[in-house]
């Protein structure tokens, strides 16, 4: 069988090459190579970001094509083997029919009020012409979020160390080119003590789990039906043979939602506000539309935005933080974009690739919300959260939780960017985000109500 054309250097040099810059590399195999080439990562690998390839990939996740576990191993150490990610075949899909109530549109009303709350609470932190980190802003919001939508856990103790040790691992685990590298190669995950990276690594997590442990016994002993968080859902769900969620499953899951729901969704909100502020026209544009809104107006009309909806679509497909769908093996002979290939041949779609598409996107490289106004892209041309069998899970509350932030701060605050030159994408552990620290100021509060801008200072 003959593999599509890629680069011909070692693949120790196309691995380096990939944990150091994988976009610029992947920007680069598609402008010599095309839809499809080869990578030699450790193994052989395809990737392919031609649409009709994609549909037929994804829409025979379950027959053509499987989603090895041995593919999201490096995912293993901070989502822990129990995870929905980690699983396949029926198991995963046990897994998701657990999960799936609770991040049903239904339910986002429950954490509507939990979103605008934290975000007040993170606004109220910054002074009136004083800088602040974009990036650790949004952070903090989602990670608040989280602990409180998802994980439940609103004060004590517990919920402050929980959420120290929560930001500490990930920013551990996913923070750098270096940390990713750690994740990638197992050789590197050695404990050499409580001082050494993955000693202290290893010792946070199991501090993390057992704290996790400790909430849910304590919510097993004194069963509580008024609570609407993911935790005491999933707590409650049982399976078609009607078996529960055991502790280390419940304690994964989390765990992944933590890592899928922050991290992620932070990054997203920080190319959004970097942009609206870059960008005279977008945020004019979309402070117009929201400005229309009054006190009566409600979670789902917020949610039903057009021009909101564009730019977060925007922001999700320029530089998204997922920069490749889940690895795929064939299963079956196949063929794609003209290549027969048999089973145990492993692929990737790229989500970057897709997303930057000419074709697709006129001049890619520009954020341009207005391309969704004018047409509606197919679920293999924009996929930000993936698709398939493997669709994130929790989408329907990322992108609500991004439109409810972004309301609540731009009808509250007048921001300007310290420095509008150029931001480009870099890896970030495992995903991607800014390649350097997005500063803003607070100018002023807006009051909505009136149509007009108060200066305060």
Same mark, same amino acid.
């Given at each position: 069988?003959?593999?599509?054309?890629?680069?011909?250097?070692?693949?120790?040099?196309?691995?380096?090459? @990939?944990?150091?810059?994988?976009?610029?590399?992947?920007?680069?195999?598609?402008?010599? +190579?095309?839809?499809?080439?080869?990578?030699?990562? /450790?193994?052989?690998?395809?990737?392919?970001?031609?649409?009709?390839?994609?549909?037929?990939?994804?829409?025979?996740?379950?027959?053509?094509?499987?989603?090895? %576990?041995?593919? !999201?191993?490096?995912?293993?150490?901070?989502?822990?083997?129990? %995870?929905?990610?980690?699983?396949?075949?029926?198991? $995963?899909?046990?897994?998701?029919?657990?999960?799936?109530?609770?991040? $049903?549109?239904?339910?986002?009303?429950?954490?509507?009020?939990?979103? !605008?709350?934290?975000? #007040?609470?993170?606004?109220?932190?910054?002074?009136?012409?004083? *800088?602040?980190?974009?990036?650790?802003?949004?952070?903090?919001?989602?990670?608040?979020?989280?602990?409180?939508?998802?994980?439940?856990?609103?004060?004590?103790?517990?919920?402050?160390?929980?959420?120290?040790?929560?930001? #500490?691992?990930?920013?551990?685990?996913?923070?750098?080119?270096?940390?990713?590298?750690?994740?990638?190669?197992?050789?590197?995950?050695?404990?050499?003590?409580?001082?050494?990276?993955?000693?202290?690594?290893?010792?946070?997590?199991?501090?993390?789990?057992?704290?996790?442990?400790?909430?849910?016994?304590?919510?097993?002993?004194?069963?509580?039906? %008024?609570?609407?968080?993911?935790?005491?859902?999933?707590?409650?769900?049982?399976?078609?043979?009607?078996?529960?969620?055991? *502790?280390?499953?419940?304690?994964?899951?989390?765990?992944?939602?933590?890592?899928?729901?922050?991290?992620?969704?932070?990054?997203?909100?920080?190319?959004?506000? +970097?942009?609206? $502020? /870059?960008?005279?026209?977008?945020?004019?544009?979309?402070?117009?539309?929201?400005?229309?809104?009054?006190?009566?107006?409600?979670?789902?009309?917020? *949610?039903?935005?057009?021009?909101?909806?564009?730019?977060?679509?925007?922001?999700?497909?320029? +530089?998204?933080?997922?920069?490749?769908?889940?690895?795929?093996?064939?299963?079956?002979?196949?063929?794609?974009?003209?290549?027969?290939?048999?089973?145990?041949?492993?692929?990737?779609?790229?989500?970057?690739?897709? $997303?930057?598409?000419?074709?697709?996107?006129?001049?890619?490289? /520009?954020?341009?919300?207005?391309?969704?106004?004018?047409?509606? @892209?197919?679920?293999?041309?924009?996929?930000?959260?993936?698709?398939?069998?493997?669709?994130?899970?929790?989408?329907?509350?990322?992108?609500?939780?991004?439109?409810?932030? =972004?309301?609540?701060?731009?009808? #509250? =605050?007048?921001?300007?960017?310290?420095? #509008?030159?150029?931001?480009?994408?870099?890896?970030?552990?495992?995903?991607?985000?800014?390649?350097?620290?997005?500063?803003?100021?607070?100018?002023?509060?807006?009051?909505?109500?009136?149509?007009?801008?108060?200066?305060?200072?």
């Amino acid at each position: 069988m003959k593999l599509p054309n890629g680069p011909k250097t070692p693949s120790f040099i196309q691995t380096l090459k @990939f944990i150091l810059n994988p976009l610029s590399m992947l920007d680069n195999c598609a402008k010599r +190579y095309g839809d499809i080439f080869t990578l030699n990562l /450790k193994s052989r690998v395809v990737f392919i970001s031609n649409p009709q390839a994609l549909q037929q990939i994804l829409t025979n996740d379950k027959t053509d094509f499987s989603v090895p %576990s041995e593919g !999201n191993k490096a995912f293993e150490p901070l989502m822990g083997k129990h %995870s929905v990610i980690m699983a396949s075949g029926n198991a $995963h899909r046990r897994q998701r029919q657990l999960l799936m109530p609770a991040f $049903h549109g239904d339910r986002m009303r429950c954490y509507g009020d939990t979103i !605008n709350q934290v975000t #007040s609470e993170i606004m109220n932190s910054w002074e009136v012409g004083q *800088n602040f980190d974009v990036r650790f802003g949004m952070q903090a919001t989602t990670m608040r979020v989280i602990m409180q939508a998802v994980f439940g856990i609103y004060e004590g103790d517990r919920a402050v160390e929980l959420e120290k040790l929560l930001g #500490s691992i990930l920013e551990a685990g996913g923070s750098s080119p270096i940390n990713a590298a750690f994740m990638i190669f197992p050789i590197l995950q050695r404990d050499l003590g409580a001082k050494s990276h993955w000693g202290n690594f290893l010792r946070q997590k199991e501090r993390i789990h057992q704290l996790l442990n400790e909430e849910i016994e304590e919510r097993r002993a004194k069963p509580d039906d %008024s609570r609407t968080d993911v935790l005491s859902m999933l707590m409650a769900a049982r399976d078609e043979n009607g078996e529960a969620m055991t *502790n280390a499953e419940l304690r994964d899951e989390l765990i992944t939602l933590l890592f899928a729901g922050h991290e992620t969704t932070a990054t997203a909100l920080t190319w959004a506000l +970097y942009w609206i $502020h /870059k960008l005279p026209e977008v945020r004019e544009k979309l402070l117009a539309e929201l400005d229309c809104l009054d006190e009566n107006s409600d979670f789902n009309t917020i *949610n039903k935005l057009p021009y909101l909806n564009a730019v977060c679509n925007e922001t999700l497909r320029i +530089y998204p933080v997922a920069i490749l769908l889940f690895q795929r093996k064939v299963e079956t002979p196949v063929s794609l974009c003209g290549y027969d290939f048999e089973p145990g041949t492993l692929l990737y779609g790229s989500i970057y690739l897709v $997303h930057q598409r000419e074709d697709l996107y006129p001049e890619p490289k /520009k954020f341009k919300p207005e391309r969704f106004l004018e047409r509606q @892209f197919s679920p293999y041309e924009f996929i930000p959260f993936g698709g398939g069998a493997r669709r994130c899970i929790g989408m329907a509350f990322a992108q609500f939780e991004m439109k409810l932030i =972004l309301t609540k701060i731009l009808t #509250s =605050l007048q921001l300007d960017l310290i420095d #509008s030159g150029e931001v480009k994408p870099k890896r970030r552990g495992l995903v991607t985000g800014p390649n350097r620290s997005i500063q803003m100021v607070v100018k002023g509060k807006r009051v909505v109500e009136s149509r007009s801008l108060e200066t305060v200072g």
